[in-house]
């Protein structure tokens, strides 16, 4: 175990590294869904104001926003492994004296490190423009961050998964797209009840709108309910979903 942790810290290492020499993922992590809260905020947001309750949409759109940056973090880390599997990194890796898992886990906790600043970024900014939460106090914000951090760490499994599988780095830009158009397709921006009845039925169940339900109602005051518990089953079915997807698939390359 000891051995396995020592081998991953590295690997960490490896990726922030490659991260600070590279940091045009970083950039786009970060720029993308600030861009996308400013448009929505001041393109949309005089429109939409009126469906959240008479409340600013600002105070409604952020905690949502939040999970923005989970959802692309599956892009980015699907290229990565893929990028790895097809350069011939991982074969001179298994040479080594090294625990092999060690090569996924370094990737998923440079990628969570990289999710949580740009999450820290986005809601700055959303601060600047006029975001103020409904008398949250700190351990309700250290929650709210929880379940991001948590999130982002499950999504990333999933990542790990559809970059092994992708048979070079353009096609894991592209598997993940579903998981990147989640977020639009659920309460993250706009209440259901606006929605049609049939898109409103897909909203309420698909995993994004639990969490940021959850993350609202920590932030805003408004009523969770089973959101939470229904958020985090989602995130446990999805972390050691994407875990086992990707253990496996990791396995059938390495001894092919």
């Known amino acids: 175990m000891s051995t396995a942790l020592a081998d991953s810290t590295t690997m960490l290492r490896r990726n922030l590294l490659r991260a600070k020499r ?12 600030v861009f996308l809260l400013l448009l929505f905020n001041y393109i949309f947001g005089g429109a939409l104001e009126s469906s959240t309750g008479g409340d600013k949409y600002i105070n ?19 290229v990565s492994v893929a990028m790895d599997m097809t350069q011939g990194l ?5 040479t080594m004296h090294i625990s092999q898992t060690s090569m996924l886990t370094g990737q998923v906790a440079g990628t969570w490190i990289q999710g949580m600043l ?28 929880g379940l991001v951090g948590v999130t982002i760490f499950a ?34 921006l706009v209440p259901t009840d606006t929605m049609p009845t049939g898109v409103k ?32 089953a989602w995130i446990l079915v999805i972390g050691v979903g994407g875990y086992l997807w990707s253990a496996s698939a990791f396995k059938r390359k390495t001894d092919a």
């Open 22 to 33: 590279y940091p045009s993922m970083t950039i786009s992590l970060i720029v993308m869904p």
């Open 60 to 78: 409604y759109l952020a905690p949502g926003m939040m999970l923005m940056i989970p959802a692309y973090l599956v892009a980015g880390i699907s």
């Open 90 to 94: 991982v074969n001179r890796f298994r």
């Open 118 to 145: 740009g999450v820290g970024v986005m809601t700055l900014v959303a601060v600047l423009i006029g975001f103020r939460s409904h008398d949250a106090n700190v351990l309700e914000w250290l929650a709210a961050f």
């Open 155 to 188: 999504l990333n499994w999933l990542g790990v998964a559809f970059g092994l599988i992708a048979q070079n780095p353009e096609s894991a830009s592209n598997l993940p797209m579903p998981i990147i158009m989640l977020p639009f397709l659920g309460s993250g």
């Open 201 to 232: 039925q897909f909203a309420e169940y698909q995993p994004f709108s639990p969490i940021a339900e959850t993350i609202r109602g920590l932030l805003m005051g408004t009523e969770i309910g089973k959101n939470g518990w229904v958020a985090l």
